[in-house]
């Protein structure tokens, strides 16, 4: 009887903890989706309950909108580095970690700690370090040094270092963890067979890695391709559009030109963007662990 009690309970209570997080994702998630959909067909502009049905007109202007496709060229360029420099960065602090052997949690807790400050507030300190300790490391060098985020050449390069040294941090913990998840037994036999160290990285350390290095780049690109913090704390876009993101582009037609119908059919077609590039990533790095 009490088994039978107790499997009725069991069967009620593991639907009761789903329906809730079941429910939190369709309202937070599904609708938002589905009405962003809806709003990017419209002209709707945020603050007036009243709208037009427009169709496809927001993205065939779109389409003709030189500056949207520049800053979409901008923003892959962005996260293609974000992704190469995390993701060797991380590899490298990780293997140097594995290797160390005192006071381990210290050094990690250093390491880690960039991870644990609000990015705004990163990219504020940053921002006075630029604009206020290089040109006075310059002087005292008798060198004219200009901070990098008022060139435009160099103001992405900028953004993007403030982005890697906060980004860098989550990746080497995850790859610390998984390097220190691989049986040492693979490393001795190797050794035996007279394999040299990067030989047992290339056929050991890589494949036993490669399933959460995929999970990191996956990672990086997609906050590659939606960041919006740096820049907007940094630089506001500027200078002369350089550091213009597609995230900054989608914040200034909804909050600054009112304009949130066109606001939504930038974020659809950054969000299919995302959706596909991560998808052939994934595919890819599966090929790659199969073969």
Do not use: H
């Amino acid at each position: 009887m009490k088994d039978r009690k107790k499997g009725a309970w069991d069967s009620f209570t593991f639907p009761a903890f789903t329906v809730i997080p079941v429910v939190l994702y369709t309202f937070f998630y599904i609708l938002s989706v589905v009405s962003g959909l809806f709003y990017s067909l419209t002209d709707w502009n945020g603050l007036n309950p009243d709208y037009q049905f427009v169709g496809l007109a927001n993205y065939r202007a779109l389409s003709k909108n030189i500056f949207m496709w520049r800053s979409l060229r901008r923003t892959l360029y962005y996260a293609l580095l974000l992704v190469v420099c995390t993701t060797l960065l991380s590899l490298l602090i990780a293997l140097t970690l594995n290797s160390v052997k005192r006071l381990k949690v210290l050094i990690k807790s250093v390491f880690f700690f960039p991870a644990m400050l609000g990015s705004v507030a990163v990219a504020l300190i940053w921002d006075q370090m630029f604009y206020q300790l290089i040109p006075a490391l310059g002087r005292i060098l008798g060198l004219s040094v200009q901070t990098p985020l008022a060139n435009t050449r160099t103001a992405i390069y900028g953004v993007l270092f403030v982005n890697v040294w906060q980004a860098v941090a989550m990746p080497t913990i995850i790859l610390l963890a998984g390097l220190q998840s691989i049986p040492e037994d693979l490393y001795e036999s190797a050794m035996i067979d007279g394999a040299s160290r990067g030989q047992s990285f290339r056929f050991i350390t890589l494949p036993f890695l490669l399933p959460t290095m995929t999970v990191n780049m996956v990672l990086s690109l997609k906050a590659g391709i939606t960041t919006f913090d740096y820049a907007f704390a940094l630089t506001g876009g500027g200078p002369n559009r350089a550091t213009e993101f597609i995230g900054l582009m989608i914040y200034n037609d909804g909050f600054k030109d009112s304009n949130f119908a066109m606001a939504n059919a930038k974020a659809v077609i950054l969000a299919l963007i995302i959706a596909v590039i991560s998808f052939l990533q994934i595919r890819q790095s599966q090929k790659r662990e199969i073969s």
